[in-house]
């Protein structure tokens, strides 16, 4: 059967082209070293028992051999036992009962011990057979796992076939539905396919059925056919070159089998490039929509109150008394800049995804940035009272100041939008090794931990929590981006009683020496 992966044992059967006269003339040659063994032992040795003399030949013969030699042996050894040794001698009469028993007994051992010494050398043969099957299965289930990509796994699949079964071996596969079948690998370099061998590949590919060399109906094919995969899911057919009529039952098995691993392995990344591609695709969609609906909301909105701040000046500038023309100013002043933070974070998001991002380092006192993130903090949010804790003494940072202190401020804003009024924001700054931590400690209601590891993607909204309300998804993005270019990170954790930690943490270089 075509599908039939494991054959099973067989008895002993000559290598293809040995002559089945040398192994009866070795049968006679075993069988006369016997008796001459025998003649010795009988003159010099006084040996009582000579049956076991010939019983040896006959045992090393059947270990060797086929069971039809192994039991010419036994009879070979039993008229030489009987005609040399058996009284009368010299003749195959046998004038005593107890040496009839005796000779027919030995007839009867020496070919019950040919049969078990046969197929005891015949299941040596396919131990050893279904060893180095395995070793191949094995190591080409090697090669197939360090593979990445239909390609790889398809000239990892040709040279371990080539390897194991020492035949050139060549794959075929489509480019396309529609598209014929063409040569994606050899191994080592396979001689070119006749139009008979592309053929019986392809009849091969749509039946999932081995083809060539007298199978499928196409006698003239050069190759053996062996399809990758079934016939649900084509991946293919392997064209192996085999000397003479085609493989044995034995590389016949084998073949088919790499064939099936070396299939699994190119669904398995068929469906593994397919479910990458739709990830992609809905990361990308996501990621759009998210950047409409950020640009649409964080523009409009600050355009819409300065549109009408400036309307309304411009309708009726001199009807409003100088307090309020003041503060329909500063309203304009404070989405301006609001504005122009948005499209900061933006630019600064450009720069990051496209390796842009350029570090001025230089030594800095992790206290002044700590202070100068706080203070741009309570410039922007007066009311929002902060709490801070520094080092006693003095930390130096080797860092670019200024992006560090906005990073910083990406995420005091983002405590800032989500504390209660009445709970301050407190910033821990410690060392802890060879690390600075920054801690920015809120007590909202706090993130799920199933968000956390996604709050630093890009246009991500908590959909729940404490960042469900405000924020374009940008702040916490360009703050990983940051400390993670001067080889920092950036985690969010539980806090006691409520809320959430954002630790950044930050390389601790040596301390510049000092200069006279």
Same mark, same amino acid.
């Given at each position: 059967?075509?599908?039939?992966?494991?054959?099973?044992?067989?008895?002993?059967?000559?290598?293809?082209?040995?002559?089945?006269?040398?192994?009866?003339?070795?049968?006679?040659?075993?069988?006369?070293?016997?008796?001459?063994?025998?003649?010795?032992?009988?003159?010099?040795?006084?040996?009582?028992?000579?049956?076991?003399? +010939?019983?040896?030949?006959? /045992?090393?013969?059947?270990?060797?051999?086929?069971?039809?030699?192994?039991?010419?042996?036994?009879?070979?050894?039993?008229?030489?036992?009987?005609?040399?040794?058996?009284?009368?001698?010299?003749?195959?009469?046998?004038?005593?009962?107890?040496?009839?028993?005796?000779?027919?007994? +030995?007839? #009867?051992?020496?070919? =019950?011990?040919?049969?078990?010494?046969?197929?005891?050398?015949?299941?040596?043969?396919?131990?050893?057979?279904?060893?180095?099957?395995?070793?191949?299965?094995? %190591?080409?289930? %090697?090669?197939?796992?360090? *593979?990445?990509?239909?390609?790889?796994?398809?000239?990892?699949?040709?040279?371990?076939?080539?390897?194991?079964?020492?035949?050139?071996?060549?794959? /075929?596969?489509?480019?396309?539905?529609?598209?014929?079948?063409?040569?994606?690998?050899?191994?080592?370099?396979?001689?070119?396919?006749?139009?008979?061998?592309?053929?019986?590949?392809?009849? *091969?590919?749509?039946?999932?059925?081995?083809?060539?060399?007298?199978?499928?109906?196409?006698?003239?094919?050069?190759?053996?056919?062996?399809?990758?995969?079934?016939?649900?899911?084509?991946?293919?057919?392997?064209?192996?070159?085999?000397?003479?009529?085609? !493989?044995?039952?034995?590389?016949?098995?084998?073949?088919?089998?790499?064939?099936?691993?070396?299939?699994?392995?190119?669904?398995?990344?068929?469906?593994?490039?397919?479910?990458?591609?739709?990830?992609?695709?809905?990361?990308?969609?996501?990621?759009?929509?998210?950047?409409?609906?950020?640009?649409?909301?964080?523009?409009?909105?600050?355009?819409?109150?300065?549109?009408?701040?400036?309307?309304?000046?411009?309708?009726?500038?001199?009807?409003? !008394?100088?307090?309020?023309?003041?503060?329909?100013?500063?309203?304009?002043?404070?989405?301006?800049?609001?504005?122009?933070?948005?499209?900061?974070?933006?630019?600064?998001?450009?720069?990051?995804?496209?390796?842009?991002?350029?570090?001025?380092?230089?030594?800095?006192?992790?206290? $002044?940035?700590?202070?100068?993130?706080?203070?741009?903090?309570?410039?922007?949010? !007066?009311?929002?009272?902060? @709490?801070?804790?520094?080092?006693?003494?003095?930390?130096?940072?080797? #860092?670019?100041?200024?992006?560090?202190?906005?990073?910083?401020?990406?995420?005091?804003?983002?405590?800032?939008?989500?504390?209660?009024?009445?709970?301050?924001?407190? =910033?821990?700054?410690?060392?802890?090794?060879?690390?600075?931590?920054? $801690? #920015?400690?809120?007590?909202?209601?706090?993130?799920?931990?199933? @968000?956390?590891?996604?709050?630093?993607?890009?246009?991500?909204? =908590?959909?729940?929590?404490?960042?469900?309300?405000?924020?374009?998804?940008?702040?916490? *993005?360009?703050?990983?981006?940051?400390?993670?270019?001067?080889?920092?990170? =950036?985690?969010?954790?539980?806090?006691?009683?409520?809320?959430?930690?954002?630790?950044?943490?930050?390389?601790? !270089?040596?301390?510049?020496?000092?200069?006279?």
């Amino acid at each position: 059967m075509a599908d039939r992966l494991i054959d099973p044992p067989r008895a002993r059967r000559p290598a293809p082209g040995r002559p089945v006269l040398r192994e009866y003339a070795l049968a006679t040659l075993a069988a006369l070293l016997a008796l001459a063994l025998a003649a010795v032992a009988d003159r010099y040795l006084s040996v009582a028992n000579l049956s076991l003399v +010939f019983l040896t030949a006959v /045992l090393a013969v059947a270990v060797r051999t086929r069971m039809t030699v192994a039991v010419y042996t036994a009879v070979l050894c039993f008229l030489g036992y009987n005609f040399f040794f058996t009284p009368p001698r010299h003749t195959l009469m046998i004038a005593d009962v107890d040496d009839v028993m005796a000779v027919s007994l +030995f007839l #009867v051992v020496a070919l =019950v011990c040919s049969r078990l010494a046969t197929r005891l050398a015949s299941q040596v043969e396919s131990l050893r057979a279904a060893q180095a099957r395995s070793r191949a299965l094995l %190591q080409l289930g %090697q090669r197939l796992a360090g *593979s990445l990509g239909m390609p790889a796994i398809r000239q990892a699949g040709a040279d371990a076939m080539a390897q194991a079964l020492e035949v050139k071996v060549s794959i /075929l596969a489509r480019e396309g539905d529609d598209a014929p079948l063409q040569v994606v690998a050899t191994a080592p370099e396979a001689q070119a396919l006749e139009p008979e061998d592309l053929a019986a590949a392809d009849w *091969s590919e749509r039946h999932a059925r081995p083809a060539g060399r007298g199978e499928g109906g196409l006698p003239d094919a050069a190759c053996w056919m062996a399809p990758l995969g079934d016939a649900g899911h084509r991946a293919g057919v392997a064209a192996l070159h085999f000397d003479g009529a085609g !493989p044995d039952a034995d590389r016949r098995g084998l073949a088919l089998a790499m064939a099936r691993d070396i299939g699994l392995a190119l669904e398995r990344a068929r469906l593994a490039a397919a479910l990458e591609e739709a990830r992609v695709q809905g990361e990308t969609e996501r990621l759009r929509n998210a950047l409409l609906a950020s640009v649409s909301h964080d523009l409009r909105s600050p355009l819409s109150a300065m549109i009408g701040a400036a309307g309304t000046l411009a309708s009726y500038e001199e009807q409003l !008394p100088r307090g309020e023309r003041r503060e329909l100013m500063q309203a304009i002043l404070e989405e301006g800049q609001r504005l122009d933070r948005y499209i900061q974070n933006l630019l600064d998001m450009t720069r990051l995804g496209h390796g842009g991002l350029t570090l001025r380092r230089d030594w800095v006192d992790a206290g $002044e940035i700590v202070a100068g993130a706080v203070e741009r903090l309570r410039r922007l949010h !007066p009311a929002q009272r902060v @709490e801070t804790v520094l080092p006693r003494d003095t930390v130096l940072l080797y #860092v670019h100041p200024a992006l560090i202190e906005q990073a910083l401020f990406n995420v005091l804003e983002n405590a800032a939008h989500v504390s209660p009024a009445t709970a301050p924001v407190r =910033v821990v700054a410690g060392v802890a090794g060879e690390q600075l931590e920054i $801690e #920015v400690i809120d007590r909202g209601p706090g993130i799920p931990e199933a @968000e956390r590891a996604r709050i630093f993607d890009m246009f991500h909204s =908590v959909s729940r929590g404490d960042r469900a309300v405000k924020g374009t998804g940008l702040g916490l *993005s360009i703050c990983r981006g940051m400390v993670g270019a001067h080889g920092g990170s =950036v985690a969010a954790l539980s806090a006691e009683g409520g809320g959430t930690i954002l630790r950044i943490t930050l390389p601790l !270089p040596p301390a510049p020496e000092a200069t006279a």
